[in-house]
């Protein structure tokens, strides 16, 4: 018998590892009755030969993208953790204040647009959601220039709400051309 790489083995390796190997790649025939050579494991083929589950986006595979409502929620969990380090003093704590409550409230603005009762209605939700993560995206830059915060973690944060702002202003800006159109 054949190893997946084309080698022989010794019988009682041989058995042993076509056992293992079976009961990984769970191959659709009996190792006992067959003398052809395995069939490649997944972890043996080249990268580009794979066939991952991932939503094919053009020429190329990309990975799932996430949902922005789950990006939103992360970014307000992610805010909550970083102003537990915060100390608190009467400055510090009026910027803590503002940051929580601009961060937390983006989801829940953009939340309330996905329930619209109208276009209208939508857009206008989706612009207030906008204007939080604008206001977010300035008090992270003001902690992380005032050297509040200087960890790795408030500028991946201050990083994100650059990306959340430039989704949601895309999001409104086609909305809004949508709208145009009827």
């Excluded at 969990?77 to 940051?99: C, F, G, M, N, P």
């Excluded at 996905?114 to 992270?140: C, G, N, P, T």
């Excluded at 201050?158 to 430039?166: G, S």
């Amino acid at each position: 018998m054949f190893s997946p790489n084309g080698a022989t083995r010794d019988s009682v390796s041989n058995v042993r590892f076509l056992t293992f190997t079976f009961a990984i790649c769970r191959l659709p025939f009996d190792i006992a009755k067959t003398a052809q050579p395995l069939r490649r494991c997944p972890w043996q083929f080249p990268r580009d030969q794979l066939q991952m589950p991932f939503r094919k986006m053009g020429p190329k595979m990309h990975k799932p993208e996430i949902d922005l409502g789950t990006r939103l929620i992360r970014f307000a969990a992610s805010v909550i953790k970083l102003l537990a380090y915060i100390e608190t003093s009467k400055s510090l704590r009026h910027i803590s204040d503002q940051l929580l409550r601009s961060a937390t409230s983006v989801g829940a603005n953009y939340e309330e647009a996905r329930a619209a009762e109208s276009k209208a209605d939508f857009i206008h939700k989706m612009q207030v959601s906008l204007k939080e993560m604008r206001e977010s995206y300035y008090w992270l830059a003001v902690t992380i220039e005032a050297g509040i915060t200087t960890t790795d973690q408030a500028h991946a944060l201050h990083d994100e709400a650059r990306q959340l702002r430039a989704i949601l202003s895309k999001a409104v800006a086609t909305a809004k051309a949508n709208q145009r159109k009827c």
